[in-house]
Nanobody
Framework: QVQLEESGGGLVQAGDSLRLSCAFS????????MGWFRQAPEKEREFVAA???????YYADYVKGRFTISRVIAKNTLYLQMDSLKPDDTAIYYC??????????????????WGQGTQVTVSL
């Protein structure tokens, strides 16, 4: 059974940085795509960033230029470096992965495996 565990969330001020980590219980090369999503209170889960098996990253427009997704295959770990954080970035952040190819990266329903989430709170 595949397990994902996020860490690195916390309370920061606007303009600060955080790095989220997602540890996988299995080798990450088996996944066609891995990504980060977030969900704020009373809002739907939304796409943040993803990386395909070939290594190309993709970002939502609202984080492009501020967030960086990366992976270390040898450590079975996915990262999300978040810089210039804003209060609107406050949410629970989830990592996700899927085994099979799908055209879109931004739909939560297209992912098979999910972590439990880590809270990120950005204050003014």
């Amino acid at each position: 059974q595949v397990q994902l565990e996020e860490s690195g969330g916390g309370l920061v001020q606007a303009g600060d940085s955080l790095r989220l980590s997602c540890a996988f219980s299995t080798r990450t090369f088996r996944f066609e795509a891995m990504g980060w999503f977030r969900q704020a209170p009373e809002k739907e889960r939304e796409f943040v960033a993803a990386i395909r098996s070939g290594g190309n990253p993709y970002y939502a427009d609202y984080v492009k230029g501020r967030f960086t997704i990366s992976r270390v295959i040898a450590k079975n770990t996915l990262y999300l470096q978040m810089d210039s954080l804003k209060p609107d970035d406050t949410a629970i952040y989830y990592c996700a992965a899927r085994a099979s190819f799908r055209t879109l990266l931004s739909r939560p329903n297209d992912y098979d495996y999910w972590g439990q989430g880590t809270q990120v709170t950005v204050s003014l």
